[in-house]
């Protein structure tokens, strides 16, 4: 009986010290917060207004490809907002803005694009307009994608709302 309990015991501490390394190693998990989603939200909205830009849409996502928030600032066209989500969601599911996805399928310089055909697949946005959230040691917690402007302006949007959570990034 005696050796139960040592071998219940030891198990119980096994356990829960594999439970605490675990939650450990997920409280280091850098995550896009709300409130981060929030404030990149609030940024990408006052650089439009701040630049007279026609109104925009803004899709943040998070790093599993799901929408964390969205605002579409008013007389921002309908249109776009399906087009701010597809350009967040391309940002999450790439590291890397989505401009390069045009560079690739239209090319730059009045070179031809690479592939020509990335602009066909579904759920690509091949335009700018979508910035992936990254962390500076490179891990990257989600995608913001804006809709409503040029796709210069969304993408300079989309870069003035990652840079409002600059210091909230670990």
Not at 104 to 112: E, K, R, S, W
Request: hydrophobic share 45%.
């Amino acid at each position: 009986m005696k050796l139960k309990a040592i071998a219940v015991a030891a198990v119980t501490s096994f356990v829960a010290m594999g439970l605490s390394a675990g939650a450990q190693a997920l409280d280091q998990k850098p995550v896009l917060t709300l409130d981060m989603a929030n404030k990149i939200i609030e940024a990408c909205i006052a650089k439009a207004a701040a630049e007279g830009w026609r109104p925009v849409n803004v899709a943040v996502y998070d790093d599993g490809g799901n929408l964390k928030a969205f605002q579409r600032m008013d007389n921002a066209f309908l249109g776009s907002i399906q087009v701010a989500q597809l350009k967040g969601h391309s940002s999450t599911m790439f590291p890397f803005p989505t401009r390069v996805f045009a560079e690739l399928a239209y090319g730059t310089d009045g070179n031809p694009g690479r592939i020509p055909g990335i602009a066909e697949v579904p759920g690509i946005a091949a335009f700018a307009g979508g910035v992936p959230i990254m962390t500076p040691d490179g891990h990257q917690l989600g995608g913001v994608g804006v809709c409503g402007a040029s796709s210069d302006e969304d993408e300079q949007c989309a870069e003035a709302g990652i840079e409002a959570i600059a210091g909230m990034m670990q």
